[in-house]
């Protein structure tokens, strides 16, 4: 499985981006995608999350009521719209799949066993 991320870029704080994250290959072994962001100097955290089908999304505190996941398992894609943006929210998000289900629902790097390229968010105050 290969996992393709775009849509960061620079944004004024309150503003909003969208990110998308396309998987190819073998990508019925895909159950959870999420999205994970890496600060510079700290650790990669976890962002959001969503099952294949029928399980509600997830998300990190610092998120929740601002991030909306999706996906679409027909183009194999997820999706993470990002509003009212703060300057804390900078950093390189990156898609990542697991393959298996996990109950409950996956937040830490190692349940995710295919990971997509970062791309940059930064918004500026």
């Known amino acids: 499985v290969q996992l393709q991320a775009s849509g960061g870029g620079l944004v004024q704080a309150g503003g909003s981006l969208a990110l998308s994250c396309a998987a190819s290959?073998?990508?019925?072994?895909?159950?959870?995608m999420g999205w994970f962001r890496q600060s510079l100097g700290e650790e990669r955290e976890f962002v959001a999350t969503?099952?294949?089908?029928?399980?509600?999304?997830y998300y990190a505190d610092s998120v929740k009521g601002r991030f909306t996941i999706s996906r679409d398992n027909a183009k194999n894609t997820v999706y993470l719209q990002m509003n009212s943006l703060k300057p804390e929210d900078t950093a390189t998000y990156y898609c990542?799949?697991?393959?298996?289900?996990?109950?409950?629902?996956?937040?830490?790097?190692?349940?995710?066993?295919?990971w997509g390229q970062g791309t940059q968010v930064t918004v500026s105050s």
């Open positions: 990542a799949s697991t393959n298996r289900a996990w109950v409950p629902v996956p937040t830490t790097e190692s349940q995710y066993v295919y």
């Open positions: 290959g073998r990508t019925f072994r895909t159950y959870h």
């Open positions: 969503i099952g294949w089908s029928g399980s509600p999304p």
